[in-house]
């Protein structure tokens, strides 16, 4: 069974940085493909960026965060992160990391919420102007 523990979510004033982690267990890690996204409240949930966690790896991310956020792995620790650097009231939000159990065409085609399979529990972050 696929379990994934976020951590790292806090309270910043805008323009600072926050590393959030997302632990994997039960997931063929440095095979996978896995993604962060975002739920702010009252709104819908979105991606932010998503990873291929093979070799080469691969990244994508929506073009809000582009230039300001970094997804990430460590095989040896099974954790993937999200570095996000200057932060932005907008930015505030419950996160998620997520894993897709199989996918077609790529797997950085289509990083909609319903392609992936198996959520954690979130992480808040706040960013205060």
């Known amino acids: 069974q696929v379990q994934l523990v976020e951590s790292g979510g806090g309270s910043v004033q805008a323009g600072g940085s926050l590393r959030l982690s997302c632990e994997a267990s039960?997931?063929?890690?440095?095979?996978?493909?896995m993604g962060w996204f975002r739920q702010p409240p009252g709104k819908e949930r979105e991606a932010v960026a998503a990873?291929?966690?093979?070799?080469?790896?691969?990244?994508t991310y929506v073009d809000s965060v582009k230039g300001r956020f970094t997804i990430f792995q460590d095989n040896a620790k099974n954790t993937l992160y999200l570095e996000l650097n200057v932060l932005k009231p907008e930015d505030s939000a419950i996160y998620y990391c997520?894993?897709?159990?199989?996918?077609?065409?790529?797997?950085?085609?289509?990083?909609?919420?319903?392609?992936?399979?198996?959520w954690g529990q979130g992480t808040q972050v706040t960013v205060s102007s």
């Open positions: 997520a894993a897709k159990n199989f996918w077609s065409g790529g797997c950085l085609a289509d990083i909609s919420p319903h392609r992936f399979h198996n």
């Open positions: 039960g997931y063929s890690f440095t095979r996978g493909c």
């Open positions: 990873i291929y966690l093979g070799t080469p790896s691969s990244t």
